[in-house]
């Protein structure tokens, strides 16, 4: 049924007149409330927080019914803001928790502790409570302190400590309250919004620790996301230890299921900050650096640490682990990602990557090392912890490898050894995975493997031996052993190829470097690791200077003081092109010295060389069997070569119907300091047409000389040719016993001396007993002898040497002193003296029958000397001169020969001369004159006046009527000079006012 609608009349609008004054009423009331609501606000505004005990109540019956009676407060006081919000403050806030310990009957006793907040400030949205809602919009807590008295759940955590879940709850009650605190938001919905905390003070306080932690200026806010708790937190975190301080940023989730999730950005954390809070962090305090980075935690629904990640970075900074690293090291640019895992109690360190800072690289343009580590820590049974390491180094120069190499990966001393043994050159690339067992008493090294590559190392293994030099390779390591890979190098003038250096077993008592290799370049490079003594190399260059390929072996105890007896060597060369004064050609050698020996005993194949020693007439064509053996024993004073054995063996021919065996047999020994022949041994048989017994002994100490010779020949010539003779050294014997019997001894130019028989004594430089004699073997039916013998001057306490050469020509001759002389029988006597002791000799030479001198080219050059021509070939007719009697005086002194004068005379001419001669180096001052010989024999009564005509006409006259002149001449001659020079100076008509003038 459809109502109709009434109409309205004017009669009905008195009524509506009566319905405005109930509106005004209503907007009146509103206006009162809203008025009455505003007194009080500008009351409780402008006046003190009150303390309402209705509201006190209401606050502590929620908070009962929310936290199972676990939060107790004092009072609460009210007021409003000036930004039209609805404070209250809540004043002495208690939140309790349970302390559960052992005593020593292992009984529980449970104590209640709690957590002290001196206020609490939470404000309500006026709006919100219009509408009846009664969640806070913002809290802020103003410096509560967190007592945490002890650390047993750290240390059970970290040690593995089994435990029950109920009992690691109840001793990790902060963590509890916490949680349940921030469940409460969730599951009530309408969380709050945000907090802030001002000066939050987390005490520490154990037997061992009293210290604090201050959280200032923290902001917390909350949201509500899927029946998931967000949590945003910001704030400084102040460590008063070290007054040193952090920022925070992290985002927290809270799960329904109660896992807490959040990532954490830190700014300017300083690690040692946090090492006083527990023993296993005291490490820290050995790192200065400050991070920036982020961490990511999970503590999941059992209340208990899940899984800690980390990603962190240090602009620069130093650690310094004195057990682990020798100095400081100093480091930029480092990034640290790990993690640890809260329920296996593992910590990773994925990856830490920094560069070293060089303490030589950084004065260069070097590159400074790059670390690269990872590291595994994880806590096992007994209190037992295993650290897994991977380290990566590049650009690591050897001479800072003992800083970077860790001191406590050292098997056997293999550290030492190498930081001592190995200089220059860079690791460029290293690796290395071990892992290190440690307990509460020790450390141990449980598995270890390395590899690095280096290039450009030296190696000096031993003063004694050669350096190895510009090493390029590969070592690879392990806990039981060692093998280094050498690619190439340098040992003396050799290059290294395919070696390898090994120790086969760290587990040895003493361990064993092997070195197994090949080398190719200098012959000599072999012998050389005899002794590095610079005298004997140089021998070695000079007669061993070819080039070889040789394979070596070495094994080296590694000791601090390492004894060439303890080593063992082995080199086996071919050598080619050898050429030197006595060998040319290829050789095989092999060297060996064993364990426990000193002597490198060596062989060497000679067959395809030939030999041509001139000293020693050792001779031996290409392609003949040829052997030398013998043995080098080097001591700490001395080089031996003992058991030397040298066999040529000549194929039978047409003349020789059977092989001919030749042999020597010798040893020798040589001193270091000074470097002399102090003992030598031969045993000639056929070689070089030599048949003799040789024993030389040299003593540095007390300067005595033994030498005995005795046998059926010696070959002298080439001895006597090389000159070793005149080596006058300055170490000679002071003390000499010679003797020497020989049935032949042959000189230069075939000469030879027969039944020669020497006995000489000499103390103190001075000879006091002796005697000489040896036949002249020139004509078997008229022999000629020698004969010298040592007799004392009378009451005095000296010596003469009395002697006489029946043929000074033979013996100038056979000596290699010249071979322009013939003939001339002379008498020889020698007075010794010590002249600051220096010995000299001073003697004469009469020769009493003719001597004949040749021309020599020498005299011919002196052609060029005007006045010398004109005499010249008057002098020497048909190229020599005759001279009926010599007389010279002389002193030898300190290798130098010095003619007081020297007469000879004939019936043509006469010479005299005086000056000096060095001994060593043919330098050469003479002069004299050349007179008629006529003034000579008046003077000195040396032979009969010639008569004047034909004889001395046109040889020291002016011609005819020209009157009789004489010349004098000088001669000299410096060291390095080839020739000398000569010049003369005409004197007319000479006549002697005394013996003197005629030398001068």
């Avoid at 502590?60 to 006081?77: D, E, G, Y």
């Avoid at 980390?310 to 990034?335: C, P, Q, T, V």
């Avoid at 290799?517 to 021998?539: I, M, R, Y």
Wanted: hydrophobic letters at 40%; one cysteine or more; aromatic letters at 8%.
């Amino acid at each position: 049924m459809i109502k109709k609608t009434p109409k309205i009349s004017h009669k009905n609008h008195p009524k509506n007149k009566k319905k405005l004054p109930l509106f005004f009423k209503i907007l009146l009331s509103v206006a009162i409330f809203f008025g009455l609501v505003l007194f009080y606000f500008i009351v409780l505004v402008s006046s003190s927080p009150r303390s309402i005990d209705f509201v006190t109540n209401k606050i502590q019956k929620n908070l009962n019914a929310n936290f199972q009676n676990r939060v107790k407060i004092s009072q609460t006081l009210v007021n409003f803001t000036t930004y039209g919000s609805f404070r209250i403050q809540v004043q002495d806030v208690k939140i309790l928790y349970k302390d559960i310990k052992s005593d020593s009957s292992d009984k529980s006793i449970e104590n209640i502790k709690y957590f002290s907040i001196p206020k609490i400030e939470a404000e309500f949205s006026l709006f919100d409570l219009i509408f009846l809602k009664f969640n806070p919009s913002k809290i802020k807590i103003f410096k509560p302190e967190i007592l945490i008295e002890n650390n047993n759940q750290l240390n059970n955590a970290l040690k593995n400590t089994p435990q029950n879940n109920d009992s690691s709850i109840e001793n990790n009650q902060q963590i509890v309250v916490l949680l349940e605190f921030l469940s409460s938001f969730r599951k009530n919905k309408n969380p709050i919004e945000n907090f802030e905390i001002e000066d939050a003070k987390i005490i520490f306080q154990t037997l061992k620790i009293n210290s604090s932690v201050i959280i200032k200026n923290a902001k917390i806010s909350t949201k509500i996301n899927r029946d998931a708790l967000d949590i945003f937190l910001q704030g400084q975190v102040y460590f008063t230890s070290n007054s040193s301080d952090f920022k925070i940023d992290s985002k927290c989730k809270l799960s329904n299921l109660n896992d807490l999730k959040c990532d954490i950005n830190i700014f300017n954390f300083v690690p040692k900050s946090i090492a006083i809070f527990h023993p296993l962090l005291d490490d820290l305090n050995n790192i200065d650096t400050a991070l920036n980075g982020s961490l990511n935690l999970e503590i999941n629904s059992e209340k208990s640490l899940k899984n800690l990640s980390f990603n962190l970075r240090a602009d620069k900074g130093s650690f310094e682990f004195k057990n682990f690293f020798k100095d400081k090291i100093n480091f930029s640019h480092m990034k640290i990602i790990g993690d640890f895992d809260g329920v296996k109690k593992i910590l990773k360190l994925k990856n830490v990557n920094s560069v070293l800072i060089s303490n030589i690289a950084n004065q260069t343009e070097i590159l400074n090392p790059q670390l690269d580590l990872g590291l595994t820590l994880s806590i096992l049974e007994n209190q037992k912890a295993q650290y897994d390491f991977e380290i990566g180094l590049e650009n690591v120069l050897t001479n800072e490898i003992d800083r970077f190499w860790p001191i406590n990966l050292s098997q056997n001393g293999v550290r030492d050894w190498v930081v001592n043994h190995i200089n220059n050159g860079a690791i460029k690339k290293a690796y290395t995975k071990f892992s290190i067992l440690e307990d509460p008493l020790e450390s141990n090294l449980k598995d270890i493997n390395a590899q690095l590559d280096f290039e450009n190392i030296n190696l000096n293994y031993d003063q004694n031996f050669p350096e190895i030099t510009n090493l390029f390779g590969v070592a690879v390591f392990s806990k039981n052993d060692m093998k280094i890979i050498i690619n190439s190098g340098n040992v003396l003038k050799s290059k290294i190829s395919k070696s390898e250096v090994t120790i086969d077993d760290f587990n040895m008592p003493i361990n064993i470097l092997k070195i197994v290799g090949n080398v190719s370049g200098g012959s000599q490079d072999g012998l050389k690791h005899a002794s590095n003594n610079p005298e004997f190399q140089a021998q070695t260059d000079k007669y061993l200077n070819g080039s070889a390929k040789s394979s070596f072996e070495i094994m080296i105890p590694l000791l601090d003081k390492i004894s060439l007896k303890d080593t063992f060597i082995e080199v086996k060369s071919n050598i080619f092109g050898v050429d030197n004064n006595f060998i040319k050609g290829d050789a095989i050698i092999s060297t060996k010295k064993d364990l426990g020996s000193n002597i490198f005993n060596t062989l060497i194949d000679l067959k395809n060389c030939s030999i041509d020693n001139k000293e020693l007439k050792i001779s031996k064509k290409i392609f003949e069997d040829g052997h030398l053996s013998f043995g080098v024993d080097v001591g700490e004073k001395s080089l031996a070569i003992k058991n030397i054995f040298y066999s040529n063996i000549i194929p039978k021919n047409i003349e020789n119907k059977a092989k001919n065996n030749k042999k020597i047999e010798a040893s020798l020994e040589f001193s270091y300091e000074p470097f002399n022949l102090i003992n030598l041994k031969i045993n000639n048989q056929n070689i070089g047409k030599n048949n003799y017994n040789l024993s030389y002994i040299f003593d540095n100490n007390k300067s005595d000389l033994f030498l005995s010779l005795r046998g059926k020949n010696l070959d002298a010539s080439g001895l006597i040719a090389s000159k070793i003779f005149n080596n006058n050294s300055k170490n000679s014997a002071k003390n000499i016993k010679i003797i020497i019997g020989l049935s032949n001894l042959e000189l230069v130019n075939k000469k030879q001396l027969s039944n020669v028989n020497l006995n000489l004594v000499c103390v103190q430089k001075i000879c006091t007993s002796g005697n000489l004699s040896a036949v002249i073997s020139k004509q078997k039916n008229s022999p000629k002898n020698i004969n010298f013998k040592i007799v004392k001057n009378g009451k005095k306490d000296e010596y003469l040497i009395e002697g006489q050469i029946q043929d000074l020509g033979f013996m100038t001759e056979g000596l290699g002193i010249s071979n322009l002389v013939s003939g001339g029988s002379g008498k020889i006597n020698i007075l010794q003296n010590i002249v600051d002791q220096h010995l000299v000799l001073s003697g004469n030479l009469n020769v009493s029958s003719d001597i004949t001198i040749f021309e020599s080219e020498a005299v011919k050059k002196l052609s060029s000397n005007n006045l010398f021509s004109q005499i010249k070939d008057k002098i020497f007719s048909s190229e020599k001169t005759t001279f009926s009697s010599v007389v010279v005086d002389f002193v030898i002194q300190d290798s130098e020969l010095i003619l007081k004068s020297l007469i000879a005379n004939n019936f043509k001419i006469g010479i005299t001369a005086k000056g000096k001669i060095n001994l060593k180096d043919n330098s050469t001052e003479i002069k004299g004159m050349i007179v008629p010989g006529y003034i000579i024999n008046s003077l000195f009564g040396l032979g009969k006046i010639p008569v004047l005509g034909n004889v001395i006409s046109g040889v020291l006259t002016g011609g005819e009527g020209g009157g009789i002149f004489s010349i004098r001449y000088e001669y000299l001659k410096n060291a390095n000079d080839k020739e000398g020079k000569f010049s003369t100076n005409k004197v007319s008509a000479f006549v002697p006012s005394s013996i003197s003038s005629l030398f001068d």
